[in-house]
């Protein structure tokens, strides 16, 4: 399998290339030259495999040519034997038609895990193999950070520099990336939002100034192999509930459209979806851009789901290739205009695309807090306020009483204390496995919302190319 940039002008690469690039030398994002397809007696045949197996079978079209099926195998056994549940991302009902599917069980409490801990496996066999050392520049809202921190502290061959807006992610979520002391872990907390910190990081994959020196590699959900592992539980989620023969619908609490475009593959690759929700809380991009096609940037407001608190959505970029005809060069133009004016409008091939699979709905405080009452009281389950925005719009959506609705429980409440509390009356604990968190010494650095002290200070602490 090799992998093209959205944008067209970027050389295509293997998979291994593609993961350790993170974003094409153009710009764009990478995706697969081609979507692999299952037949529906090959998504049959897959119904009751444990889970490493069948994160096995539905990645192995992808890494083609970079990995052994045995080596995946491998890999997909160690990734996911970390997780503190045996089922990995076991499925809950809520009442008749609403389900839960919980991403949390990893070991930093939140969704990203399932990507990260293979994609820190993927770099370390992908480095080994060649003389270079990979420099992971990232930006987080909260628990892409920790969940890549954790897949990579103490890793030979990688540094890693984590940039979060300070004072907006959860005091959980902060400990839990400062408090990781391997030498080879540099928390940096920058004045401003997480798109101001996302946009640093954009800017340094296309600083040749940083990349000649440095083999920059990406995290975030620009890079492909954190979407090809999402794409693994909506399969594992229809499956249980009668896939391929029945439809299912997901809703899925969005910030960067990572997790949901995952959903869009798994649609891609046969598997019968009846809708996908994309729930937004009130920095609502992607419910304006798919309601109405107007997809332009507003002002980030803080929320209790810090995560999705972004008004650039960058893997928005891969379903508008996808859904309007792959063209490149067209699609590179229409980004430069969005890059320019922060506003764009969608072709009409890519809003009746989009519309073709997507719904999507907007929650505010008061939805978001009616959803986490209404789990806890019906249904005796706590959930944290990205789980419960999703929730929200599952319940909105309008699916067919006999379509199941699973939304993706993206987060343990537990990260987020204050807003499950305010919402229940009750203070969810945190799991044991996360230990002394509170104790334990923090370490970071505090840099301006400004572009170059953010590069001077990679350069200083980086390893070069050889
Ligand atoms: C990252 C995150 C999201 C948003 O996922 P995207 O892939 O960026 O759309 C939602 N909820 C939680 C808890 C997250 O950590």
Redesign the pocket.
């Known amino acids: 399998m090799d992998y093209i940039s959205t944008r067209g002008s970027a050389p295509a690469l293997d998979f291994a290339g593609a993961t350790l690039a993170g974003l094409a030398s153009d710009g764009g994002l990478y995706v697969p030259r081609t979507w692999p397809k299952f037949s529906q007696d090959e998504i049959a045949a897959m119904a009751g495999l444990p889970y490493a197996e069948l994160a096995q079978k539905i990645m192995l079209p992808f890494v083609e040519g970079s990995l052994s099926a045995e080596r995946l195998l491998e890999l997909t056994r160690a990734a996911y034997g970390r997780f503190a549940h045996a089922a990995v991302t076991p499925l809950k009902q809520l009442d008749q038609q609403q389900w839960l599917l919980e991403l949390f069980h990893g070991p930093t409490l ?3 895990d399932v990507a990260l801990q293979l994609l820190g496996l993927l770099f370390e066999e992908f480095l080994a193999r060649s003389e270079q050392n990979l420099t992971i520049v990232g930006a987080t ?4 950070g920790s969940a890549a921190i954790d897949a990579v502290a103490g890793r030979a061959k990688i540094d890693i520099f984590m940039l979060h807006p300070r004072g907006r992610v959860s005091d959980v979520q902060r400990r839990q990336m400062t408090t990781v002391l391997a030498p080879n872990v540099h928390n940096i907390a920058i004045e401003g939002s997480f798109d101001d910190a996302q946009a640093m990081v954009k800017r340094m994959f296309n600083d040749n100034g940083m990349t000649d020196r440095f083999a920059i590699g990406a995290v975030n ?1 620009i890079n492909w192999a954190r979407l090809m592992a999402q794409v693994v539980y909506y399969f594992a989620a229809a499956l249980q509930l009668g896939a391929p023969q029945r439809k299912v619908a997901f809703s ?9 475009f995952a959903g869009y593959v798994a649609a891609q690759m046969g598997l019968p979806i009846e809708r996908l929700i994309v729930a937004t809380n009130v920095n609502d991009i992607l419910h304006r851009a798919l309601s109405t096609g107007d997809y332009s940037q507003g002002t980030v407001t803080p929320t209790a ?1 810090p ?2 608190d ?1 008004q650039v ?1 960058s ?1 928005f970029e891969r379903l508008l290739f996808d859904v309007g005809g792959r063209d490149g060069k067209a699609l590179a133009e229409q980004m430069a205009g969005f890059e320019a004016t922060k506003a764009m409008q969608l072709t009409n091939a890519q809003r009746e695309g989009a519309a073709a699979l997507f719904s999507s709905a907007r929650a505010d405080a008061d939805d978001m807090n009616r959803a986490i009452r209404w789990a806890f009281v019906e249904c005796g389950e706590t959930i ?1 306020p ?1 789980t419960a925005i999703g929730l929200h719009a599952a319940r909105v959506a309008g699916i067919a009483a006999d379509i199941p609705v699973v939304t993706l429980a ?2 343990h409440p537990a990260k987020f204390t204050d807003a499950v509390e305010h919402a229940t009356g009750i203070r969810p604990t945190l799991p044991t496995r996360v230990g002394d968190l509170f104790e334990r010494e923090e370490r970071l650095t505090a840099l301006p919302g400004d572009y170059d002290a953010v590069a001077d200070y990679v350069s200083a602490h980086a390893t070069p190319r050889p």
Do not use: Y
């Not at 809202?141 to 892409?144: M, N, P, V």
């Open positions: 939140a969704f990203k809202s909260g628990d892409t959900s899925v609490p969005t910030g960067n459209f990572g997790d949901v789901a995560s999705m972004i959505s893997n944290d990205h993206t987060a």
